[in-house]
C-alpha cells in the first residue's frame, strides 16, 4: 500500500537537442562519448544531430528547438568561431554555443566568436561535459547564457 503522505516523483527531465558540427566524423564521435547520452545526472537524456557541414548547422537550427551547439573551431571550409558568431548575430533565440579550439591559446579568439564556453582540443570528457551540462541547465532555467569563454 502506498503512503498518501509521500511525495510523488518530479517529471524526469525533458530530452535536450544538441548539435554537433565538424568536418571530421572522428571529432563528432569524440564529442558525443565525451558527452554522453545524459551529461549529468540532473539533466535529461541528450538527443545529437550531426552536422557535416555549415549550411546543415544552420538548417537544423532555424528550425528552432536546439537547446546547444557544440562547434569544431577548426572544421573546414567553415570554422565553427564563424559560424558561432553568425549565429549570435543573426539567430533571436540563439542557443549556447560551445566552440573547439586547437590550443587554449587560441581562447581570445573565441570572445570575437561570441562562443558561451570554449573547450581544447584534444577533448577532455569530465571538461567538455560539465561545460555541456552548465549550458543546458542556463538554457532550461531560462537564464542568459554567460559569455564566458575560458
Same mark, same amino acid.
Given at each position: 500500500?502506498? /503512503?498518501? @503522505?509521500? *511525495? @510523488? /516523483? ?5 530530452? @535536450? ?12 564521435? !569524440?564529442?558525443?562519448? $565525451? ?7 540532473? #539533466? ?11 549550411? +546543415?548547422?544552420?538548417?537544423?537550427? /532555424?528550425?528552432?528547438?536546439?537547446? #546547444? =551547439?557544440? #562547434?569544431?573551431? +577548426?572544421?573546414?571550409?567553415? &570554422?565553427?568561431? &564563424? %559560424?558561432?558568431? =553568425?549565429?549570435?548575430? +543573426? %539567430?533571436? /533565440? ?7 579550439i586547437a590550443r587554449r591559446?587560441? $581562447?581570445? %579568439? !573565441?570572445?570575437? *566568436? #561570441? =562562443?558561451? =564556453?570554449?573547450?581544447? @582540443?584534444?577533448?577532455? $570528457?569530465?571538461?567538455?561535459? $560539465?561545460? !555541456? !551540462?552548465?549550458? %543546458?541547465?542556463?538554457?532550461?532555467a531560462a537564464l542568459p ?6
Amino acid at each position: 500500500m502506498s /503512503d498518501p @503522505h509521500a *511525495s @510523488h /516523483d518530479a517529471p524526469p527531465p525533458r530530452t @535536450h537537442t544538441v548539435v554537433v558540427y565538424s568536418n571530421d566524423a572522428a571529432v563528432r564521435a !569524440a564529442v558525443r562519448s $565525451a558527452v554522453g547520452r545524459r551529461p549529468a545526472p540532473d #539533466l535529461g537524456r541528450v538527443e545529437w544531430f550531426e552536422c557535416a557541414t555549415g549550411p +546543415e548547422v544552420v538548417a537544423r537550427t /532555424d528550425r528552432g528547438g536546439v537547446d #546547444l =551547439a557544440i #562547434l569544431d573551431g +577548426e572544421a573546414w571550409p567553415t &570554422g565553427g568561431m &564563424g %559560424l558561432a558568431k =553568425a549565429m549570435k548575430d +543573426e %539567430l533571436t /533565440d540563439c542557443p549556447p554555443t560551445l566552440v573547439l579550439i586547437a590550443r587554449r591559446d587560441d $581562447a581570445w %579568439l !573565441a570572445t570575437w *566568436s #561570441l =562562443a558561451d =564556453a570554449v573547450v581544447s @582540443h584534444p577533448i577532455d $570528457a569530465p571538461e567538455i561535459a $560539465a561545460r !555541456a !551540462a552548465e549550458l %543546458l541547465r542556463r538554457r532550461d532555467a531560462a537564464l542568459p547564457v554567460r559569455r564566458a569563454v575560458g
